[in-house]
Structures are given as structure tokens and as C-alpha cells.
């Protein structure tokens, strides 16, 4: 994926930025005015969580996350591919399961009004980067899956 830029990069490298602001502006605060800013971690936690979620979808894009092909790598391959799509299948089902309660869990908490102590910001908003993240993970895994079928029909398999 070299030169082009995604909608998760680019929110990724925002929210990546913005923490590096108020976390050096915390430091500069804390070690010249023996001053802190009361916001700024618990800011700082909760654009990390965010950062976390997105940047998972984009690094599937990119094929980088971390992978076990030990078992894949036994069989003949022309068959890894298939061992790559089940893998994808039993992976966007587990997002499934993942988006359902961590949905659930954002809607219970904005139904609880809770708010976070420092910043007073609603709960909800840290806890729906969550969802939101696996959302975009299922998105680049069907892409996956799909861009895969369409190498194993072009293969003649």
C-alpha cells in the first residue's frame, strides 16, 4: 500500500499527533511551571484507545499485523491461500462477537450518563472507538477475502 493513504492512516497519524502535543505539553508544564494539566492523560489514554482500534483495520490493509503461518506453510502452496481464507472467515467472525458487546457495552454507558472524571467527556465517546474500529476491521477483512477469491478464480483453483 505504499503511496496511498487510507481514511484509517490519516485519522491514525491525527490522533497519533494529538497525543504527542498534549503528552509534550504535559512534560513542558510539569518540569518548567511545576504545573500539570488535568486533562491531559486521561486525554491522552482516550485518543490512545481510539488510536489502537483504527490503526487495526489499516494495518490489515497494509498486511501488517502479526501472523502464525507455521500450519500453512506444511501444506502445498497452491492451498495456503485456502488456509488464509478461513482464517479471514474465523477472524471476521470474531470481530462480529467483538463489535456486538462492545456496542452494547457504549450504549449501556451512555444510557448511564457517565462521564470521565478530567476531561468530562461522555464515556460512550472513548468506548465506541472500539466497535467502530472492529467495524472497519470486518470492512478490510471482506476486502481481503474478496481481493483473495478473485486470485483463486484468476488461478483456475
Known sequence: MKGK??????????????IIVV???????????????????ELSIYLFVWFVYISMSYAIMADSHIKVDSLSNLVPKKYRIYFTQIGILIWIVF????????????LDTMHQERVSVA????????????PLGFLLTIVRLIVEFINNFKVLKRSGE
Not at 503528552?23 to 492523560?41: D, K, Q, T
Not at 476531561?119 to 472500539?130: D, K, S
Request: one cysteine or more.
Open 95 to 106: 470481530s462480529c462477537i467483538f463489535v456486538y458487546f462492545t456496542f452494547n457495552y457504549a
Open 119 to 130: 476531561t468530562g467527556l461522555p464515556l460512550w465517546l472513548v468506548y465506541a472507538g472500539i
Open 5 to 18: 493513504y487510507s481514511f484509517e492512516a490519516v485519522i491514525s497519524a491525527a490522533i497519533l499527533i494529538i
Open 23 to 41: 503528552l509534550f505539553l504535559e512534560i513542558i508544564l510539569r518540569y518548567f511551571l511545576g504545573a500539570s494539566l488535568i486533562w491531559g492523560e
